[in-house]
């Protein structure tokens, strides 16, 4: 599948802001199913400076400021990207158990990043109550993905997806006792749950196809940012679930960046000089091109 992404993002200020530091996070990254054919930004007023690298986790970053005094920002993100499913069927993986006591030990490149998911970050903390929610699902000796897929279908039942109810700062607590939210927060409650339990996984942002094919229903979170959860299987590698829409992903999730949580991957962020208070309008589309 071959898909053209637009992420426009507009900042309204209502005082003038003399100076704009900012950080982006709109080019999507290259995975082992999806490749980036090209991204173009536009960046309104145009930076003085602009860099581009690679963070700790591999997403593309961009770096800009902008001199010149302003009003209004605009920012947009056009990518084109070519999706290859994963192979059809549930690949088979290790008991959950067993592959949290052998990421101890193990010290290869791809179980030293996996163990590094096991640990608290700043917006998905461990603690009992998560490992008792995810639980249920774990008997020892269980294939992690069944688990996982478990899991991952009691969230989608137990809570409500209601945009409004929460913000970027909502605890997962909150969340896990209020029974509502957004894609975020599942992701967020997924993860605690997971890492509550010893295991690894890592929270992903990206966008889903606004006009899925003839016979699919339309996924809820489609026209903006989704995120969702990757865990480490093993032999099986990364297998990514969507809590929000309780599947596992195939064609029609685009990947744009993957971290602990939201903190490390949002969009947009940095520090502006002036501006009082200030509106933002996001849109996002995501147009099949061919298949």
């Given at each position: 599948?071959?898909?053209?992404?637009?992420?426009?993002?507009?900042?309204?200020?209502?005082?003038?802001?003399?100076?704009?530091?900012?950080?982006?996070?709109?080019?999507?990254?290259?995975?082992?199913?999806?490749?980036?054919?090209?991204?173009?930004?536009?960046?309104?007023?145009?930076?003085?400076?602009?860099?581009?690298e690679?963070?700790?986790?591999?997403?593309?970053?961009?770096?800009?400021?902008?001199?010149?005094?302003?009003?209004r920002?605009?920012?947009?993100?056009?990518?084109?990207?070519?999706?290859?499913?994963?192979?059809?069927?549930?690949?088979?993986?290790?008991?959950?158990?067993?592959?949290?006591?052998?990421?101890?030990?193990?010290?290869?490149?791809?179980?030293?990043?996996?163990?590094?998911?096991?640990?608290?970050?700043?917006?998905v903390p461990?603690?009992?109550?998560?490992?008792?929610?995810?639980?249920?699902?774990?008997?020892?000796?269980?294939?992690?993905?069944?688990?996982?897929?478990?899991?991952?279908?009691?969230?989608?039942?137990?809570?409500?997806?209601?945009?409004?109810?929460?913000?970027?700062?909502?605890?997962?607590?909150?969340?896990?006792?209020?029974?509502?939210?957004?894609c975020q927060?599942?992701?967020?409650?997924?993860?605690?749950?997971?890492?509550?339990?010893?295991?690894?996984?890592?929270?992903?942002?990206?966008?889903?196809?606004?006009?899925?094919?003839?016979?699919?229903?339309?996924?809820?979170?489609?026209?903006?940012?989704?995120?969702?959860?990757?865990?480490?299987?093993?032999?099986?590698?990364?297998?990514?679930?969507?809590?929000?829409?309780?599947?596992?992903?195939?064609?029609?999730?685009?990947t744009?960046?993957?971290?602990?949580?939201?903190?490390?991957?949002?969009?947009?962020?940095?520090?502006?000089?002036?501006?009082?208070?200030?509106?933002?309008?996001?849109?996002?589309?995501?147009?099949?091109?061919?298949?």
């Amino acid at each position: 599948m071959r898909y053209r992404v637009t992420h426009e993002t507009v900042y309204e200020y209502e005082e003038l802001v003399s100076i704009a530091h900012n950080e982006l996070r709109l080019e999507p990254r290259e995975t082992e199913r999806q490749e980036r054919l090209g991204t173009a930004l536009r960046i309104e007023p145009m930076p003085r400076a602009t860099t581009t690298e690679r963070d700790y986790f591999g997403n593309p970053a961009h770096f800009f400021t902008v001199e010149d005094p302003h009003h209004r920002m605009v920012l947009v993100a056009q990518s084109e990207l070519e999706i290859r499913a994963p192979a059809e069927g549930q690949p088979e993986t290790p008991a959950w158990n067993e592959l949290r006591e052998s990421l101890r030990g193990e010290l290869a490149a791809t179980g030293l990043a996996a163990f590094e998911m096991c640990f608290p970050s700043p917006l998905v903390p461990l603690a009992r109550e998560f490992a008792d929610y995810g639980a249920p699902f774990f008997a020892t000796g269980r294939p992690i993905l069944d688990g996982v897929l478990d899991l991952t279908h009691r969230i989608h039942t137990d809570f409500a997806y209601r945009p409004g109810a929460t913000s970027v700062t909502t605890p997962v607590r909150d969340v896990l006792a209020a029974r509502e939210g957004v894609c975020q927060d599942f992701a967020h409650l997924e993860l605690a749950c997971l890492r509550s339990l010893g295991l690894p996984a890592r929270y992903v942002s990206g966008y889903l196809h606004t006009q899925p094919a003839e016979g699919r229903e339309r996924l809820v979170g489609a026209d903006a940012s989704h995120a969702w959860v990757s865990v480490y299987c093993g032999p099986a590698g990364w297998i990514d679930v969507d809590p929000t829409n309780d599947l596992v992903v195939r064609d029609q999730h685009l990947t744009l960046a993957w971290g602990r949580d939201y903190g490390d991957v949002s969009p947009i962020k940095g520090v502006i000089l002036g501006g009082g208070g200030h509106t933002v309008e996001v849109g996002v589309d995501v147009a099949l091109i061919a298949s």
